[in-house]
Structure formats: C-alpha cells, structure tokens
C-alpha cells in the first residue's frame, strides 16, 4: 500500500491567481494521477503525471492551465492557473504500484475554492 | 463521455438492512473496482474484480461482474451507520493504468 500526502488541503484564491498542489507518496510508485472532482460530482482524470517527461492529459485539459510536474518516483506537483471561478473544486493526487497493481490510493484532496 | 453510470444516485436504508448499488459502463474492460469517499475527500479501495471473474467476496462486501450486460453490481450485508459515504464503481482497461470512475452512489445509513 501507499500513504499519499496532499497539500493543501484547502484553499481559497482570488481570480487570476495560480495554486500549486503538492503529492508526497511515502514509497516510490509507477504511476501517478490527477483527478478533479466538482461539487457533487464524480471524478474526472486531469493528467497522467509522468517521471521525468511531460504529462499526458485527458481531452479537454491542458498544459497552459494544470501544468503538472514529477521530478522523481514519490512526488508531482498540478498548478492551476489564471484561475476563474469554474476551477473551484476538489483535486485528488492518486498512485498505483503499475499494472502488477491495479488498485489506486488517493491523498485527501485540496478543496479549491475561488472568488 | 467515457464515464460509467451508477444507480440509485441516493440510496437511503436502517442499519442491519442490505444496500445494493449497480454499475454500468462502456467499453471492454480489463478489472473492475469500487471505492468508497467519505465527505468528499480521499477515495478508499474496496474491492477490485477482474473481467474473468463473475463474483467476488470481501467482508460484508459481495461484487459481481457481468461483462456481457458492462454491469457491476455492489452488495452491503447487514449496513452499519459508519457504512455512510459515496461509492464509486471505476473500469480499468488493457494496456493502461488510467481508471474511469462512475458517476457514484450516495448511500445513507440511519442508526
């Protein structure tokens, strides 16, 4: 298993502001992911956060906006940038071990809010 | 969209009864999982059930799988109070680690 630490854990921004979240996995993993969750709402996959090359992301997300990165096996990093109030939600870090491991852990969320 | 729909959306029972919450999804799937997220925060696996497999047991937790209809159904035995939360079924595919998670059940447990 995997204990994942996700910092903040809240936070509320002005519009036009960036927000950094922080992911910490307290053993190295294969695989990390972005999710967001609006109020209410399932989870929808932001990006794949890959070690030391840039990020996949899912269809309608980009790189401008959740520029992500993943300097090593425990940590990455989602900005949310030049942000409105559509962005308020719930990010969610998540790890898996890799296909020999299916199941994902997920850190705590930040819970976005902006003004 | 992708995602897998989940029903009921809200389900409300007394402690002791059984909850059952049901999954369907689209496409050809490798496993499927159920998580549980407590006040919308961190999810928390439950169980994982691959597409060889129709049934699968864990504590009070029953999983069944039926890849000919892409549905998944998840049984609570004899539901606590504590059992409250909202619970995510998520398809994994071949050659990808990404999941896809359903639109979710809110489940209310009343002592």
């Known amino acids: 298993s995997a204990v994942i630490s996700q910092k903040p854990s809240r936070d509320i921004c002005q519009r036009g502001t960036s927000l950094t979240i922080q992911c910490q996995v307290d053993?190295?993993?294969?695989?990390m992911f972005w999710y967001r969750q609006q109020p209410g709402q399932s989870l929808t996959l932001i990006a794949t956060a890959n070690q030391g090359s840039e990020a996949t992301y899912e269809s309608g997300f980009v790189i401008d906006k959740f520029p992500i990165s993943r300097p090593n096996l425990t940590f990455s990093t989602l900005t949310v940038s030049n942000m409105s109030p559509e962005d308020s939600s719930i990010y969610l870090c998540?790890?898996?071990?890799?296909?020999?491991?299916?199941?994902?852990?997920f850190g705590s969320g930040t819970q976005l809010s902006v003004l | 969209s992708q995602q897998g729909e989940e029903d009921p959306q809200a389900l409300s029972i007394q402690e002791g009864e059984n909850a059952t919450m049901n999954c369907s999804y689209k496409t050809s799937i490798n496993n499927l999982q159920w998580y549980r997220q407590n006040s919308g925060r961190g999810l928390v696996h439950l169980i994982l059930i691959r597409s060889n497999e129709r049934e699968k047991h864990s504590g009070r937790l029953r999983v069944t799988l039926d890849t000919s209809k892409k549905s998944s159904s998840l049984l609570i035995t004899a539901s606590r109070a504590a059992d409250t939360a909202s619970y995510f079924c998520a398809t994994g595919r071949y050659n990808t680690d990404k999941l896809i998670f359903g639109t979710g059940t809110r489940l209310q447990v009343f002592p």
């Open positions: 053993s190295q993993v294969t695989m």
């Open positions: 998540s790890a898996s071990g890799g296909t020999q491991d299916e199941k994902l852990f």
